[in-house]
């Protein structure tokens, strides 16, 4: 498996409330991204990372920004939380973009009321 | 618009009975075709990646064909550890966004 962890695995929060999601890697690869899936949907992106302080927005990115101050580590912040946000959130690595696999984290489950 | 659509959205199969998967795309410049398997609870684990049209892998009891337009997953003589969810996904070539699809749940019963 690759060195993937999320933090926390599980989350319940109230409307309104910031929550920030924590994406860790023991690979070393270039590239993380932030995925949401919900029933019916595929996965979507949110943002991704092309190096430390390199950032971009993916298709859904609305209600979320993103912070890469470590190779290893790639944070997604629900600034305001709302309900219509509530979704499994999955991370990712891969070593590029152009042809390299994405490998996917456990996920994390938020909740908001 | 890039669309990536599977089918059935859910499988049920006896053990032994072999049966396929669908995923056709419509993705401009395709790059690469992921297929994906995921567990309940858990994320997506890595099976295949296809890159060009007439390109088939396998794994275990699983192989993977590509064509211009569609991908089939197909599953041999399927055991009950293979139910799961499989995901496809389409890297597109020119802004290398992978589009996934909503995925087929399969279940095998013993």
């Known amino acids: 498996d690759a060195g993937i962890t999320q933090s926390p695995r599980h989350k319940v929060t109230e409307t309104g409330t910031p929550v920030t999601l924590r994406c860790h890697q023991t690979?070393?690869?270039?590239?993380m991204y932030w995925y949401r899936q919900d029933p019916g949907h595929g996965l979507r992106l949110i943002h991704y990372?092309?190096?430390?302080?390199?950032?971009d927005k993916g298709e859904v990115s609305d209600g979320y920004s993103v912070s890469r101050s470590k190779t290893e580590d790639f944070l997604l912040t629900l600034e305001s939380a709302t309900s219509s946000q509530t979704s499994v959130y999955f991370c990712?690595?891969?070593?590029?973009?152009?042809?390299?696999?994405?490998?996917f984290g456990p996920g994390t489950r938020l909740t908001v009321l | 618009e890039d669309q990536v659509t599977q089918s059935p959205e859910a499988l049920r199969l006896q053990e032994g009975e072999s049966s396929s998967l669908n995923c056709s795309y419509t993705v401009s410049g395709l790059r690469g075709l992921f297929w994906y398997r995921q567990d309940p609870g858990k994320g997506p684990e890595f099976l295949f990646t296809?890159?060009?049209a007439g390109e088939e892998k396998e794994k275990e009891r699983l192989k993977a064909t590509l064509t211009k337009k569609e991908s089939f997953l197909h599953i041999t003589a399927p055991k009950p550890e293979d139910s799961a969810t499989y995901l496809c996904?389409?890297?597109?070539?020119?802004?290398?966004?992978?589009?996934f699809g909503a995925g087929t749940t399969v279940t095998v019963r013993a």
């Open positions: 990712a690595i891969s070593e590029s973009r152009a042809t390299d696999t994405q490998y």
């Open positions: 296809l890159y060009s």
């Open positions: 990372s092309y190096g430390v302080k390199d950032t």
């Open positions: 690979e070393n690869h270039r590239y």
């Open positions: 996904a389409a890297l597109r070539s020119n802004d290398y966004k992978l589009s």
